[in-house]
């Protein structure tokens, strides 16, 4: 795994817009977007691959697959449409559609997204002002690392990111971009706010790809390119790599050597890590730094991390389903969680289906947040505080049914389904045990090598799920709309002609059809310049008939009439 | 006719007890033609899980019944499986018994009418007249109907909260018969509060009421006869305000009406059901939507109109008729509403001879509805069939109601015909005249 770090505190507050004029290593492209929609904090990632937290540990930075966008807004009125128009200006700033996360899919977490930097406590408390919103369906590739590449101060021409070549950094299983911007204190005493831009990649290569079956890596066989220059801009130059398993199984040397060795101790866990100094190494040529195995590859178990979660779909049909996620508790203690779950509201979910069990037995969580989802409005949210139990499986489970959406909501693929946001799972780790992310007060790497807090702070996104939806046919709008309308014709036309013609009696012989009126029609047109005076007559005599037999029948009728009364 | 009667209602419960042991409630509680988004007992107990957490049932999109259903229900809901069993089951035998009361009034209530305009007939119908004989065995035949009516008996063992819908609309067409004219438009405004579509049933109501106080040769469009539809119309819309009131103190705000009415108007629920809206509004184009909606929605209720006029001497058969638009064209359907007309046919067992489409009607009632569930499962969970066989079976199932509808419609007019002018039409050659609609 490599993992790449810019960061940039720059000793201006976020929450005074007007210091943000006089840009130096800070990117304006960023800065902009930033003091126009009043953003306090911000957090982008955008994630191609599944994390496999139960053979990698934990990542530096914990990432769900596509993009997820959590922001904290400065205090103002109207923060969804200032929420509406932060995403547009995002989307095109980073060239992803995130201009999709629309309020169908936006969600409050009242518990789950604390704000990461300074913020205060009447400010976080309630959740009025951060904006959640995830797109698992978004596919991660070079259009988005070039403009994350530009908002770096040297750019993607000098320094450690004139390594990232997009051929192969898209080539890996899992490769993360993120950027973070957050308030920090400016030094120890706290006085002022700063704001500090932290940018992130991280990618995970399989390195097995030799030839020979060993793991060696190196800056030439991950990159293809080594380390040619150094950005003048930057203070700390560094990399650090994790030789804790160098002497023992598998055994690895680096070349060139380290300039020295740190003992990182974080309660529980002691790793040794390797630091080279870039400008030490520069010259006599670039920077190729290899890592030789003495062996091949051999796989071992590998200790499972403290707190890990999988989440998958059930049921079959596509009428209804149900979700079932495993948290598993390694450790020996208990601890509690928060898991937020996302469900787009054409999942109709139970909330009376909602069960949470350990070893078969119920759990009752300390506090539910559940806002059901309004039709093509809101998600579905649901946010649980539990305990987890030491060393044992906790399963939440819910069911949920298919909506029927209008044909013009599928997606062009409509039978590909419809993704699942990961479900967030935050807890507080006694233990840093294969913990690597970087501690919430301070800035860089190494500054929490030495970190000596008792308590660290773990988010968790498990898989996204990937559900079908039940299609209608697509190709029959005009057909539908016809036969639909042809059986309401038929009742409206039966009960018109009941309701406004009477019942008669009359002659079966008089009465002409169709045919035989046209018939006559051409018949007299034919005969008339012949027979006009004799056709007249002939016409007077049958109706004086027609009118004598109507009369007839009227007066039999009153005849009968008579004879009754 | 006592003990018939008595044996069928019993055999009718007995059925219905025996069927809720089995494993047919559970599968007919997921039947689409059964049961809609508006009556499903799955999403009612939702909404009352949400209400006892907190949490507004009418904030989500799941719950869809009225303030005061979701306090009966809540009430229902507190006992155990095996008593809501027995309480549907209660519940259909309140509903055949108030059928039984109607049988028993509809037939009282058809002599007289037959008895104040038979000099208006005319001599030869004397045999077609009704006598007291045929109307004994009314509440037998009203009882078998009922009792082993298999969409009865669904929608009894599916929970569908469309017994309810069906009770309150049996006691407005009960109390209108015993002459009740006000009480039954306070029951016609409670329908309406639970369904909406029931309102139209306040027109039969009026012209019953203005019919049984009418004195002498008044007319249909008198002052007074004004006055009397308007007294009707009001104690409806009046008794409509108030539940709707007591509705919004119960729940706090006016937020219900998006949820109840706002839902059945919108359709905003695409689920599908033997219905014509469904696929309609799945394929229709956006732009085109509202004016649609709106063209259905009016479909429903136009009908009140024409029928009015047509029928303003027979409100009994007004009613009934309003009731078949109401069930066929509603935009949620299920077989709630085919079961209550099923159930009040026998009423009009006099129309029968002069039917034309029954072996057709029949026939299409019997194959969609063994169709109906076949082809659902070839298409959510086999796979092996689309939504367009579940939609052309719902439109034969919807034809097959139209045709019962109009059919009846046309048995019931050709009998007036004959009674005011005699079935022998004879023209002045002897042959038999031929008997059509002209204008």
């Given at each position: 795994m490599f993992h790449f770090q810019f960061t940039t505190v720059w000793?201006?507050?976020?929450?005074?817009?007007?210091?943000?004029?006089?840009y130096h290593l800070f990117p304006k492209s960023l800065g902009d977007v930033l003091t126009t929609y009043k953003v306090k904090e911000l957090h982008l990632s955008q994630t191609q691959g599944l994390w496999k937290h139960e053979k990698w540990?934990?990542?530096p930075e914990d990432a769900p697959p596509g993009d997820e966008l959590w922001v904290w807004f400065q205090p103002h009125s109207g923060v969804d449409q200032t929420w509406a128009d932060l995403v547009n200006a995002l989307s095109g700033l980073f060239c992803?559609?995130?201009?999709?996360?629309?309020s169908k899919s936006t969600v409050q977490p009242r518990w789950s997204f604390?704000?990461?930097g300074l913020a205060s406590e009447f400010y976080s408390a309630?959740?009025?002002f951060v904006r959640y919103s995830t797109l698992p369906r978004e596919v991660v590739c070079t259009e988005n690392l070039t403009p994350w590449k530009k908002l770096?101060?040297?750019?993607?021409?000098?320094?450690?990111?004139?390594?990232?070549n997009s051929v192969k950094i898209y080539d890996g299983f899992y490769h993360s971009l993120g950027v973070h911007v957050r308030s920090v204190c400016q030094?120890?005493?706290?006085l002022t706010p700063a704001t500090e831009l932290k940018q992130t990649l991280t990618v995970v290569y399989?390195?097995?790809?030799n030839k020979n079956g060993k793991q060696d890596w190196s800056f030439q066989s991950m990159f293809?390119?080594?380390?040619?220059s150094q950005c003048p801009l930057a203070d700390t130059r560094k990399i650090y790599v994790d030789v804790t398993t160098q002497e023992t199984l598998p055994k690895f040397s680096l070349s060139?050597?380290?300039d020295f060795v740190l003992n990182q101790k974080r309660s529980g866990e002691e790793r040794k890590i390797a630091v080279y100094q870039i400008g030490n190494h520069l010259s006599p040529s670039s920077l190729n730094l290899k890592a030789m195995y003495e062996e091949k590859l051999t796989f071992s178990n590998s200790s499972l991390p403290p707190v890990y979660a999988n989440r998958f779909v059930t049921g079959y049909g596509l009428e209804r389903g149900g979700v079932t996620c495993m948290i598993y508790n390694t450790m020996s203690s208990n601890t509690t969680v928060i898991f937020m779950e996302t469900v787009p509201w054409?999942?109709?979910?139970?909330?009376?289906?909602l069960r949470i069990e350990n070893d078969g037995k119920e759990i009752k969580p300390y506090k539910i947040n559940f806002i059901p989802a309004k039709d093509r409005a809101n998600p579905y949210q649901m946010e649980l505080v539990f305990r987890l139990f030491a060393n044992s499986v906790t399963k939440i489970t819910y069911s949920f049914e298919r909506a029927f959406l209008k044909?013009?909501?599928?997606?062009?693929?409509?039978?590909h389904g419809f993704y699942v946001s990961s479900a967030v799972v935050s807890t507080v780790l006694p233990v840093a045990s294969q913990y690597t992310a970087t501690s919430q007060?301070?800035?860089l790497l190494e500054e929490s090598f030495s970190d000596s807090s008792s308590s660290f702070f773990l988010r968790l996104h498990t898989e996204t799920l990937l559900v079908s939806l039940p299609t209608p046919d697509f190709s029959m709008p005009y057909n539908v709309i016809c036969l639909a309308c042809t059986v309401v014709a038929i009742a409206f036309g039966s009960l018109h002609n009941l309701t406004t013609r009477d019942f008669t009696a009359s002659d079966p012989s008089k009465r002409k059809g169709l045919v035989a009126k046209l018939k006559s029609f051409f018949k007299k047109e034919k005969e008339s310049p012949e027979n006009k005076p004799d056709s007249k007559e002939e016409e007077i005599p049958s109706q004086k008939d027609k009118d004598n037999s109507k009369s007839e029948e009227k007066d039999s009728k009153k005849k009968d009439g008579n004879s009754e009364t | 006719m006592v003990l018939p009667t008595a044996i069928s209602f019993v055999c009718g419960v007995i059925l219905r007890l025996a069927l809720f042991r089995s494993s047919l409630p559970d599968w007919l509680s997921t039947k689409t033609e059964v049961v809609t988004p508006l009556t499903s007992w799955g999403r009612a107990m939702e909404g009352l899980a949400l209400h006892r957490e907190g949490i507004?049932?009418?904030?989500?999109?799941?719950f869809h019944e009225s303030p005061l259903m979701l306090k009966i229900l809540g009430f229902i809901s507190r006992f155990s499986p095996n008593t809501i069993n027995l309480i549907f089951v209660l519940l259909d035998i309140i509903q055949g018994m108030i059928l039984l009361r109607i049988a028993n009034t509809f037939g009282r209530h058809m002599l007289l009418r037959q008895a104040t305009s038979?000099?208006?007939?005319?001599?030869?119908?004397k045999k077609n007249l009704l006598r007291k004989e045929d109307l004994m065995d009314l509440q037998f035949y009203v009882t078998v109907a009922f009792s082993f009516n298999p969409y009865s008996i669904a929608t009894c063992l599916a929970r569908s909260t469309a017994v309810f819908n069906n009770i309150i609309i049996l006691l407005a067409l009960y109390q209108m018969l015993k002459g009740n004219s006000f009480l039954s438009a306070v029951f016609v405004a409670l329908a309406a509060y639970i369904?909406?579509?029931?309102?139209?049933l306040c027109v039969p109501v009026a012209v019953h009421y203005f019919l049984m106080s009418?004195?002498?040769?008044?007319?249909?469009?008198?002052p007074t006869a004004v006055v009397s539809y308007l007294q009707i119309l009001g104690v409806t819309f009046m008794s409509l305000a108030i539940m709707l009131l007591f509705s919004m103190l119960f729940v706090?705000?006016?937020?219900f009406i998006p949820s109840t009415y706002g839902f059945i108007l919108g359709v905003p629920d695409l689920t599908p059901?033997?219905?014509?809206f469904w696929y309609f509004f799945t394929e229709m184009f956006e732009h085109f939507r509202t004016f649609f909606i709106c063209v259905f929605q009016i479909n429903v209720v136009i009908y009140t109109i024409p029928l009015a006029i047509r029928l303003r001497e027979h409100p009994t058969f007004l009613f009934y008729m309003l009731l078949y638009t109401i069930g066929i064209f509603k935009s949620y359907p299920g077989y709630g509403d085919v079961g209550l007309m099923f159930a009040l046919l026998?009423?009009?067992?006099?129309v029968y001879q002069y039917m034309r489409n029954t072996f057709v009607t029949v026939c299409m009632f019997l194959v969609c509805t063994v169709f109906a569930p076949i082809q659902y499962y070839l298409w959510?969970?086999?796979?092996?069939?689309?939504a367009n066989f579940y939609f052309a079976i719902s439109l034969a199932f919807s034809t097959a109601q139209i045709l019962m509808a109009t059919d009846l419609l046309f048995g019931f007019l050709k009998r007036e015909f004959y009674l005011h002018n005699g079935d022998k039409h004879k023209l002045p050659d002897g042959t038999d005249a031929q008997i059509i609609l002209d204008s």
């Open positions: 000793n201006v507050s976020i929450d005074k817009p007007e210091s943000f004029q006089h540990g934990y990542p992803a559609s995130l201009n999709f996360m629309d604390r704000p990461a309630n959740s009025r770096l101060p040297c750019g993607s021409k000098i320094g450690l990111a004139s390594l990232l030094d120890t005493q706290c399989d390195p097995t790809t293809d390119r080594t380390l040619q060139p050597v380290p054409f999942l109709r979910v139970y909330f009376s289906s044909w013009t909501e599928y997606p062009p693929d409509a039978n007060s301070v800035s | 507004s049932p009418y904030s989500g999109d799941i038979v000099k208006n007939y005319h001599p030869d119908a369904s909406m579509y029931p309102i139209i009418r004195k002498g040769g008044m007319h249909y469009t008198d706090g705000s006016w937020e059901n033997l219905g014509l026998p009423l009009w067992k006099h959510i969970y086999a796979g092996s069939a689309n």
